[in-house]
């Protein structure tokens, strides 16, 4: 029976999949793995199954030349905590848990335009603080987000999930930035650079994957261009947003506000975004449903158990 190391803590469902199956070790603590624990898991374990922070970079994979693990069965759809080319050098695989988090992330991202156009954190703050007076007609005034235009960083399954939501369910208009064209099941423009697009909507949500191509992706240039009513969205990972520039264009009032469920040096959020009404900041609840927690987890048991059989890998990266 083939070692398989979990990484975390996954739902009940998961690790009985796990055991029925293979050798399994999991780890009780909920914070990502150090770097001895990441050298020992490719070394004790033919397969492990990684989540967000476990930072398996050139230079772990450099540590161990000759691996025992074979697989890093990823736990999500965001991978750039895996340097995938260097796992490949050593013949390791890499697999991730796509379509799985899509509806559950587009979910989120409508959470937190509605919180932020209608601050909704603002007024449930002012609730629990014993402050709220009663109703009046200019108290918490927001912006209406139906009929207005959301402008999307990446038209990719998660992307278009949230251009549905938006479109049918708020009437919105759409506009998009993406590598490549998309043929859409919905009327949207392709804008041909990031900038025009941040200077044609009232909403920006990023949907882009993480890594290198769009590390700071979001900076001064593009903030600047955004409209003075106009909301930021992130719900893709946090450092394609330069944050120190958002930090500032908030600050001087360049944009009215902006919706967080990722941030650029997690568990870290700076102290100037937690001060600010105008910001609605979640903590990484992108896929936190049970359901969808099981969902991924099973598929990354599915990837495992495909590499142990010499199948085909359903969800190669």
């Known amino acids: ?64 030349p000759n691996p025992r693990a074979r697989l890093l069965a990823n736990f999500g759809v965001g991978y750039n905590h895996i340097d995938a080319a260097a796992a490949k050098s050593i013949g ?44 009046h007609p200019t108290q918490l005034l927001g912006l209406h987000l139906t009929g207005k235009t959301l402008g999307i960083v990446g038209m990719g ?11 049918h369910g708020f009437g919105m208009t759409l506009k998009y ?50 409209k003075p009513h106009a909301r930021l969205v992130n719900i893709a990972r946090g450092d394609v947003i330069k944050e120190d520039d958002l930090i500032a264009a908030l600050e001087k009032g360049a944009i009215a506000g902006a919706g967080l469920d990722v941030y650029e040096h997690e568990p870290d959020v700076p102290q100037a975004l937690i001060g600010m009404e105008t910001v609605t900041l979640l903590p990484h609840l992108g896929t936190a449903a049970l359901e969808v927690r099981e969902a991924m987890g099973l598929m990354a048991i599915d990837n495992a158990l495909a590499f142990a059989k010499g199948a085909t890998l359903p969800n190669p990266v």
């Open 1 to 64: 029976m083939l070692k398989l190391l979990i990484t975390r803590p996954l739902p009940d469902t998961v690790i009985a999949q796990a055991r029925a199956h293979f050798d399994t070790t999991m780890r009780d603590q909920t914070t990502p793995m150090d770097r001895a624990e990441l050298v020992q898991s490719l070394s004790d374990y033919d397969i492990v199954l990684p989540t967000l922070g476990d930072l398996y970079s050139a230079d772990v994979f450099d540590a161990v």
């Open 177 to 226: 930035y993406n590598r490549s064209s998309k043929p859409l099941p919905f009327p949207a423009e392709q804008v041909a650079s990031l900038a025009d697009l941040a200077a044609q909507v009232d909403v920006l949500v990023i949907a882009v994957p993480g890594g290198a191509e769009t590390h700071h992706m979001i900076d001064a240039s593009v903030l600047s261009n955004m």
């Open 157 to 167: 399954r998660i992307g278009q999930a949230i251009a549905q939501r938006a479109h």
């Open 92 to 135: 390791i695989a890499v697999t991730n848990t796509p379509g799985a988090v899509t509806d559950a992330t587009a979910d989120i991202a409508m959470t937190l335009m509605l919180m932020t156009c209608r601050r909704a954190g603002e007024g449930e703050r002012l609730v629990r603080a014993g402050q709220w007076q009663g109703w």
